[in-house]
């Protein structure tokens, strides 16, 4: 069954901190992951994208792992910032010609000061 | 700021009325989607647009009709919706075959 599990539900971090959240997925074939930040009542914005043959790719503050092998993922958050409070949603394409992303249920962050 | 636009952004609306969400893209990305997303839920896709044609309709009841007039528009028509249709209704424009998928702001609809 195509899933995407991610971990923790929700976290709260306290501002400057640091933080990594999870995503395990069992979709297969694999085509790409993608993690999206959504603040609340607004639509997903991309955060990164990776397909197979990519381990690692950041984009400012936010860094995005990739393990095929192990079908995991990981967004670390470095030096955290209020407006990093949001779901994060970790999301994979199958290799087919379906055009349904599976999405994961998200990560809900808060960071206080 | 976002490439897809949505309006409104905000709807109220009873349960015999009759109205419409619009999603515009000027990306030139010729796949077009509705989605559902309740709240700390993940989004639910509805239908696919590719090419101007329907390509997946989710079994989304009938009370909810899609339209694309042309590759840089998408409506959704709400007819007679349920208090449970209230929801945060999301569009995303993409390049066909799904690789991306890029979303709008979305619209906060309130069926009474």
């Known amino acids: 069954k195509n899933q995407v599990e991610q971990s923790p539900q929700s976290l709260i971090i306290l501002e400057g901190k640091n933080c990594t959240l999870q995503c395990n997925y069992t979709v297969s074939p694999f085509s790409n992951l993608r993690w999206y930040k959504q603040d609340t009542g607004r639509g997903p914005v991309s955060l990164t994208i990776?397909?197979?043959?990519?381990n690692t790719k950041s984009n400012g503050r936010y860094t995005a792992t990739l393990d095929a092998d192990t079908k995991q993922s990981s967004l670390h958050i470095t030096a955290s910032q209020l407006s990093d409070s949001a779901s994060y949603i970790c999301?994979?394409?199958?290799?087919?010609?379906?055009?349904?992303?599976?999405f994961g249920s998200g990560t809900r962050l808060l960071v206080r000061p | 700021d976002t490439e897809v636009t949505q309006t409104p952004k905000h709807l109220v609306m009873g349960m015999t009325n009759k109205k419409s969400l619009k999603c515009e893209q000027h990306m030139g990305h010729r796949a077009m989607y509705w989605y559902k997303q309740k709240a700390k839920k993940p989004p639910e896709l509805m239908f696919v647009?590719?090419?101007?044609?329907?390509?997946i309709n989710e079994s989304v009841p009938s009370r909810f009709s899609p339209e694309c007039p042309n590759s840089s528009l998408l409506n959704l028509h709400l007819h007679a919706l349920q208090p449970e249709d209230s929801a945060l209704y999301l569009c995303a424009a993409g390049v066909a075959g799904g690789e991306t998928q890029y979303f709008g702001p979305g619209t906060r609809l309130l069926v009474l």
């Open positions: 647009y590719s090419y101007e044609k329907l390509s």
């Open positions: 999301v994979v394409r199958r290799m087919d010609s379906s055009y349904k992303l599976i």
């Open positions: 990776m397909t197979f043959s990519e």
